[in-house]
């Protein structure tokens, strides 16, 4: 009794002298107060601050990183921890009721009292940890409070401060920190695996060393013995299942990557057919098709477009489509405006052109992206051995689409498999000619071979008829004697008229009397006229009106258009014909009116189509043929029931023949020119012209014998015929075309064929009769282009 009184005074004495001590007056605070947080960074909202609490102890003493920690909660589970030395805490033991003054501060985020004092004011039974889920522990309610928690392991580990488990799952985990004790070895959380049940007791803290300070919320435990293992995971399990994830992700990796080597080796076959089957199409017209049908599958393309380039009119040729009525020509210096413009900066840059979104890009014009189909558009150039000779377009309009770089490769390559095809068909179409050409030149050869053989039968016939008529004059048999020799005269005249038809491009140029020639003609179709029912109108000048060229290649002309004439006049109401000729401006004028048939319109050119029944030649061969004479044809319609054809040529006069050049000429440039040309009068007059221009000329006649002369020297052009000896104008042309500056192709008249053959540019046509205007013509062509490649090889 006496002892329990004494230890009673000596508290009393020791808190009055402690009241006595404590300076100014402190703010007394609850613990929910003294734990509070504010501020966008949640900091203590009474640091720095001296105040004073009342709480019980909960726990033993913890050393931790340099300081001892206490923690108190009161009877509400609000908590606190006391920071202070071990002289401070030697006398405190849980339950103990205690009032501690000293100032708040923080310690990683989280609140602590810095302690000044704590005096004893009760004791009592230790606190019952707060049952709670890992979620109320991830927050500022349950800090400094003794709770304990069950859940998983989710993480092993172990930081500079001690040894570490993680519990919880979902999002939400909490760290369990046993610190290490101060010179003393770490104790490790050894023995727990991931997926162990564990209960873990111990006090609320949080360890957050940066703002904002709202976050890693853990458990302090004093020791090992405050986790227990509820129940144990077995690690076979978690292996099984890792093992099966395992070779499910292996087995859907194999599977996806065999879906895409299916994919592509899909794509590939139908690459490599579509590329086949262009390679085969015979026209524009087809490769385009066969685009269409498989590019949708190819690339997903709506809408595929081909451009090829036609170097005579410096234009974009549109191949049309099924569902369009005509072609479409798109200049490269003044486009159309729309999808036609970025085709033609496509082909101008030679390089491919992506456009995503046609509406955003710079080169669609506002006005066309209203109107345009394809939302999404490449354009691909199409080469074949470095030469440019059109564009692909290939259209998406399901929305925006950026084509990736394998379709633009794969593109790519299909628009020079189409560039090659075009360039075969090209020299598919030349070799088609040259064989028609030497056809036609064969069959030219047996008609006057025939018509030689008959030729001398008539004139023996047509001598007896005038021999016997002498004789019998009187007689009744004199008038059977006169037709008989008029007869054979006309037989005589048709076959005459063959062999000139036959030969018409081995004559050289000539003067020809036309005036003579068209009254020839109009008598050789005279008889048929007349059974026709179709009257002619003779109303040639009475002079003499010559021209010079071929006379054979004039007389198909002119009989080409009046066969013309009179298959029209069939099926109009009046069958008349009128031919007449003058002079006008020192040019002959020749012009043939018939009356036009019912189905014949004022605005119909006969030339822009074929028409079959005018005979074995195409109007629109009668045209170049009349160019190459220096002339022109025209058709017109003089009044709404006649129809007209006017045929221009320069006038020549009997008294002047045209006569080689003695005394060379100056040329700006003097050209070295290859000359093959196996028929000598040709050659004679081409190496005539041409040295008398002051150019270096070199004649053979074979093209073999060319094709190693091109190897040894180097020639700016090449004059070749069209019918050659042994190897064909093709075949050398393919050998000497790296070799040569530029080619021109002498042929037998013209050839609209060949002229589309070699539309592209390549090459240059010179038809005979071989006229010198026509030749300066070609030659200043040469020089323009030699001059063109010397300034882009100097870089200017």
Same mark, same amino acid.
């Given at each position: 009794?006496?002892?329990?009184?004494?230890?009673?005074?000596?508290?009393?004495?020791?808190? $009055?002298?402690?009241?006595?001590?404590?300076?100014?007056?402190?703010?007394?605070?609850?613990?929910? @107060?003294?734990?509070?947080?504010?501020?966008?960074?949640?900091?203590?909202?009474?640091?720095?601050?001296?105040?004073?609490?009342?709480?019980?102890?909960?726990?033993?003493?913890?050393?931790?990183?340099?300081?001892?920690?206490?923690?108190?909660?009161?009877?509400?589970?609000?908590?606190?921890?006391?920071?202070?030395?071990?002289?401070?805490?030697?006398?405190?033991?849980?339950?103990?009721?205690?009032?501690?003054?000293?100032?708040?501060?923080?310690?990683?985020?989280?609140?602590?009292?810095?302690?000044?004092?704590?005096?004893?004011?009760?004791?009592?039974?230790?606190?019952?940890?707060?049952?709670? @889920?890992?979620?109320?522990?991830?927050?500022?309610?349950? *800090?400094?409070?003794?709770?304990?928690?069950?859940?998983?392991?989710?993480?092993?580990?172990?930081?500079?401060?001690?040894?570490?488990?993680?519990?919880?799952?979902?999002?939400?985990?909490?760290?369990?920190? &046993?610190?290490?004790? !101060?010179?003393?070895?770490?104790?490790?959380?050894?023995?727990?695996?991931?997926?162990?049940?564990?209960?873990?007791?111990?006090?609320?803290?949080?360890?957050?060393?940066?703002?904002?300070?709202?976050?890693?919320?853990?458990?302090?435990?004093?020791?090992?013995?405050?986790?227990?293992?509820?129940?144990?995971?077995?690690?076979?399990?978690?292996?099984?299942?890792?093992?099966?994830?395992?070779?499910?992700?292996?087995?859907?990796?194999?599977?996806?990557?065999?879906? !895409?080597?299916?994919?592509?080796?899909?794509?590939?076959?139908?690459?490599?057919?579509?590329?086949?089957?262009?390679?085969?199409?015979?026209?524009?017209?087809?490769?385009?098709?066969?685009?269409?049908?498989?590019?949708?599958?190819?690339?997903?393309?709506?809408?595929?477009?081909?451009?090829?380039?036609?170097?005579?009119?410096?234009?974009?040729?549109?191949?049309?489509?099924?569902?369009?009525?005509?072609?479409?020509?798109?200049?490269?210096?003044?486009?159309?405006?729309?999808?036609?413009?970025?085709?033609?900066?496509?082909?101008?840059? !030679?390089?491919?052109?992506?456009?995503?979104?046609?509406?955003?890009?710079?080169?669609?014009?506002?006005?066309?992206?209203?109107?345009?189909?394809?939302?999404?558009?490449?354009?691909?150039?199409?080469?074949?051995?470095?030469?440019?000779?059109?564009?692909?377009?290939?259209?998406?309009?399901?929305?925006?689409?950026?084509?990736?770089?394998?379709?633009?490769?794969?593109?790519?390559? *299909?628009?020079?498999?189409?560039?090659?095809?075009?360039?075969?068909?090209?020299?598919?179409?030349?070799?088609? @000619?040259?064989?028609?050409?030497?056809?036609?030149?064969?069959?030219?050869?047996?008609?006057?071979?025939?018509?030689?053989? &008959?030729?001398?039968?008539?004139?023996?016939?047509?001598?007896?008829?005038?021999?016997?008529?002498?004789?019998?004059?009187?007689?009744?048999?004199?008038?059977?004697?006169?037709?008989?020799?008029?007869?054979?005269?006309?037989?005589?005249?048709?076959?005459?008229?063959?062999?000139?038809?036959?030969?018409?491009?081995?004559?050289?140029?000539?003067?020809?009397?036309?005036?003579?020639?068209?009254?020839?003609?109009?008598?050789?179709?005279?008889?048929?006229?007349?059974?026709?029912?179709?009257?002619?109108?003779?109303?040639?000048?009475?002079?003499?009106?010559?021209?010079?060229?071929?006379?054979?290649?004039?007389?198909?002309?002119?009989?080409?258009? &009046?066969?013309?004439?009179?298959?029209?006049?069939?099926?109009?109401?009046?069958?008349?014909?009128?031919?007449?000729?003058?002079?006008?401006?020192?040019?002959? $004028?020749?012009?043939?009116?018939?009356?036009?048939?019912?189905?014949?319109?004022?605005?119909?050119?006969?030339?822009?189509?074929?028409?079959?029944?005018?005979?074995?030649?195409?109007?629109?061969?009668?045209?170049?043929?009349?160019?190459?004479?220096?002339?022109?044809?025209?058709?017109?319609?003089?009044?709404?029931? !006649?129809? @007209?054809?006017?045929?221009? *040529?320069?006038?020549?006069?009997?008294?002047?023949?045209?006569?080689?050049?003695?005394?060379?000429?100056?040329?700006?440039?003097?050209?070295?020119?290859?000359?093959?040309?196996?028929?000598?009068?040709?050659?004679?007059?081409?190496?005539?012209?041409?040295?008398?221009?002051?150019?270096?000329?070199?004649?053979?006649?074979?093209?073999?014998?060319?094709?190693?002369?091109?190897?040894?020297?180097?020639?700016?052009?090449?004059?070749?015929?069209?019918?050659?000896?042994?190897?064909?104008?093709?075949?050398?042309?393919?050998?000497?075309?790296?070799?040569?500056?530029?080619?021109?192709?002498?042929?037998?008249?013209?050839?609209?064929?060949?002229?589309?053959?070699?539309?592209?540019?390549?090459?240059?046509? $010179?038809?005979?009769?071989?006229?010198?205007?026509?030749?300066?013509?070609? *030659?200043?062509?040469?020089?323009?282009?030699?001059?063109?490649?010397?300034?882009?090889?100097?870089?200017?």
């Amino acid at each position: 009794m006496p002892h329990n009184f004494m230890w009673r005074l000596l508290r009393a004495a020791a808190c $009055l002298l402690a009241a006595v001590g404590a300076g100014p007056a402190q703010v007394k605070l609850t613990l929910q @107060q003294a734990g509070s947080r504010s501020g966008p960074d949640f900091e203590p909202a009474y640091e720095n601050q001296e105040v004073s609490v009342t709480a019980q102890v909960s726990g033993k003493p913890l050393w931790v990183f340099d300081s001892y920690y206490v923690p108190i909660q009161d009877d509400k589970y609000y908590g606190l921890l006391l920071r202070g030395t071990a002289e401070q805490f030697e006398n405190l033991s849980p339950g103990e009721w205690v009032e501690a003054r000293g100032t708040i501060s923080k310690r990683a985020g989280l609140p602590v009292l810095l302690l000044a004092g704590i005096r004893p004011l009760r004791t009592g039974s230790p606190p019952v940890p707060k049952k709670v @889920q890992v979620a109320d522990i991830a927050g500022f309610r349950y *800090l400094g409070v003794l709770v304990t928690v069950e859940d998983r392991v989710a993480a092993v580990g172990e930081n500079r401060g001690g040894r570490v488990l993680s519990i919880g799952d979902q999002g939400k985990f909490v760290t369990i920190f &046993l610190p290490n004790a !101060r010179r003393e070895p770490a104790v490790g959380l050894s023995g727990f695996n991931i997926g162990d049940l564990v209960r873990a007791t111990g006090i609320a803290t949080q360890y957050d060393p940066l703002p904002p300070y709202d976050g890693s919320f853990q458990i302090l435990i004093p020791d090992t013995a405050a986790v227990v293992l509820l129940n144990r995971t077995s690690i076979l399990p978690s292996l099984l299942l890792t093992a099966l994830a395992a070779v499910g992700l292996v087995l859907a990796l194999w599977w996806l990557r065999e879906s !895409r080597m299916a994919a592509q080796r899909r794509m590939l076959r139908l690459l490599n057919s579509l590329g086949e089957e262009i390679v085969a199409a015979s026209s524009p017209g087809e490769i385009l098709k066969r685009l269409g049908a498989v590019m949708p599958r190819v690339s997903g393309a709506t809408g595929v477009r081909l451009y090829v380039y036609n170097r005579r009119t410096k234009a974009l040729d549109r191949i049309p489509e099924p569902s369009d009525t005509d072609a479409v020509s798109i200049p490269l210096d003044t486009p159309l405006g729309g999808l036609a413009e970025a085709a033609c900066v496509c082909f101008r840059n !030679r390089t491919l052109l992506n456009i995503p979104d046609t509406r955003r890009s710079p080169f669609i014009n506002k006005t066309a992206r209203t109107v345009e189909l394809s939302r999404s558009v490449l354009f691909v150039p199409m080469f074949a051995q470095n030469e440019l000779l059109g564009v692909l377009e290939v259209g998406h309009s399901g929305g925006v689409r950026y084509f990736t770089q394998e379709e633009q490769a794969a593109t790519q390559h *299909l628009a020079n498999q189409v560039a090659t095809s075009l360039k075969l068909q090209d020299r598919q179409s030349m070799r088609e @000619q040259l064989f028609r050409s030497e056809k036609l030149a064969a069959t030219g050869q047996l008609i006057s071979g025939v018509a030689n053989e &008959l030729r001398a039968p008539l004139e023996s016939i047509r001598k007896l008829a005038g021999a016997l008529l002498t004789r019998n004059a009187d007689t009744g048999l004199g008038r059977d004697l006169r037709v008989l020799a008029a007869e054979a005269q006309r037989a005589a005249d048709i076959v005459t008229r063959l062999v000139s038809f036959g030969r018409a491009s081995e004559t050289d140029a000539k003067l020809v009397e036309v005036n003579d020639l068209l009254a020839g003609l109009m008598q050789f179709r005279a008889r048929e006229w007349t059974t026709l029912g179709v009257t002619v109108h003779n109303l040639l000048a009475r002079e003499p009106l010559y021209v010079l060229g071929a006379q054979g290649q004039l007389e198909e002309v002119f009989l080409n258009l &009046l066969v013309h004439a009179e298959q029209s006049v069939l099926e109009a109401p009046a069958k008349e014909i009128a031919v007449s000729s003058g002079i006008l401006a020192n040019r002959l $004028l020749v012009e043939i009116g018939y009356a036009a048939r019912p189905a014949e319109s004022p605005g119909e050119d006969p030339f822009c189509e074929e028409h079959p029944e005018t005979g074995a030649m195409r109007l629109e061969v009668c045209r170049g043929i009349v160019q190459s004479h220096g002339g022109e044809i025209r058709f017109l319609h003089t009044e709404a029931s !006649r129809s @007209q054809f006017q045929v221009e *040529l320069p006038l020549a006069h009997e008294e002047r023949t045209p006569a080689p050049r003695l005394e060379p000429t100056k040329s700006q440039r003097q050209l070295t020119i290859l000359v093959v040309e196996p028929e000598a009068a040709v050659q004679r007059q081409l190496v005539g012209l041409l040295g008398a221009k002051g150019h270096r000329v070199v004649p053979i006649v074979s093209a073999e014998e060319g094709v190693e002369m091109a190897q040894r020297l180097h020639f700016d052009v090449a004059f070749c015929s069209a019918r050659l000896p042994g190897l064909n104008w093709v075949e050398f042309f393919e050998r000497v075309r790296a070799d040569l500056g530029s080619f021109v192709l002498v042929t037998e008249g013209f050839d609209s064929d060949l002229s589309r053959a070699f539309h592209g540019g390549e090459g240059l046509l $010179l038809s005979k009769p071989i006229q010198e205007a026509e030749v300066d013509r070609l *030659l200043a062509v040469v020089k323009a282009r030699l001059e063109a490649n010397a300034a882009v090889k100097s870089g200017r």
